[in-house]
């Protein structure tokens, strides 16, 4: 690059400070130390006019370990620095991310799911269960696990937890949303929530009617980059015998999609067919079936054949992404 390319120094370095203002501040510090460095200052301003930090530091900063064991003592002792450094500053806390240092040109996903899961677990515990959440009284506490705040509409909080493969969580989300958000006297889901069985409207407003109907498909057809998820949110309950289920020509970024499942899980046995979109194959499809009991998978048979590519701890079948049509016959014990 010549220097005349370059952009004016002023427009990059800021020559006059500006405040700063906020209630809750999370510091992403790639290695422990970078948010004293870097924002020290900052966090104790914040602090001093009563922000409440928290400091996620992404690794161990231990890349001059020789051994394991070394790594484990630079990493413990670095991590100590930093809770030391911010209680001068003025309080707060500190998360250790625990990726190793120097490695996250190579570990984007790892980086996500490890900021995604610190800001899932923030909401749980600050957001979802505060006093100010909904006014619900002290007693209904329990009321408000798994609904946002106001507008359980607005927040897919049941998409991350699918992402993150915690169905407990998804679940409890996305009933916890309709029960908060369903009215039956007028049959649709209001926009905000001021208190648990009274809808502050408006009503028919269509992206909030939709919103907990994105998320049931969600639960049933999922794309995530190039990999498709089947039937991946859904609950024990629905695996009882003699249940099905079924979605037909469900549109997807890969194309049309449907499946039929059918449980004979009083036989240890379910059975689904699959026909596969063709227009754009996706790199992997899964397909999960869950057995009402959670007893494990133990063989599969797809097309007639023996099929092992399945997980049992995972409660999921990987489809041949380039077959058209599929039956399948998943055996429990």
């Known amino acids: 690059m010549r220097t005349g390319d370059l952009p004016d120094e002023r427009a990059l370095v800021p020559y006059e400070a500006s405040r700063f203002d906020a209630r809750r501040v ?35 900063g231990a890349a001059g370990a020789s051994d394991d064991a070394g790594r484990r003592a630079i990493a413990a002792r670095r991590a100590g620095e930093s809770r030391a450094a911010l209680t001068l500053l003025g309080g707060g806390t500190v998360h250790e991310g625990g990726l190793p240092d120097r490695s996250l040109a190579m570990r984007a996903e790892e980086l996500e799911r490890l900021v995604a899961s610190w800001l899932a677990q923030d909401y749980e515990e600050n957001l979802y269960m505060a006093p100010d959440a909904l006014s619900v009284p002290d007693r209904d506490w329990f009321s408000r696990g798994g609904i946002a705040s106001l507008e359980p509409s607005e927040v897919y909080t049941v998409i991350a937890y699918l992402q993150r493969d915690e169905l407990p969580q998804a679940l409890r989300t996305f009933y916890g949303n309709f029960a908060a958000s369903f009215y039956p006297d007028v049959s649709c889901f209001t926009e905000w929530v001021p208190t648990l069985g009274i809808g502050g409207g408006p009503f028919f407003k269509t992206p909030d009617e939709a919103a907990w109907l994105t998320m049931l498909r969600m639960m049933l057809v999922r794309e995530s980059g190039d990999s498709l998820y089947l039937n991946s949110g859904v609950p024990r309950a629905w695996f009882l015998p003699g249940r099905r289920i079924a979605v037909d020509h469900a549109a997807t970024f890969f194309g049309e999609v449907s499946f039929h499942i059918e449980s004979h899980s009083e036989k240890d046995l379910i059975e689904a067919s699959v026909t596969m979109p063709q227009r754009n194959r996706p790199r992997q499809a899964l397909l999960r079936v869950r057995h009402p009991e959670g007893k494990l998978m133990t063989r599969v048979e ?32």
């Open 26 to 60: 999370l510091v992403l510090a790639p290695h422990p130390d970078d948010e004293v460095f870097g924002c020290g200052g900052a966090l104790a301003d914040l602090v001093s006019r009563g922000a409440t930090i928290d400091v996620l530091l992404v690794t161990d």
């Open 302 to 333: 797809l097309n007639g054949a023996s099929w092992n590519h399945f997980e049992p701890s995972r409660e999921r079948i990987a489809l041949p992404p380039d077959a058209r049509t599929i039956t399948l016959r998943a055996y429990f014990k």
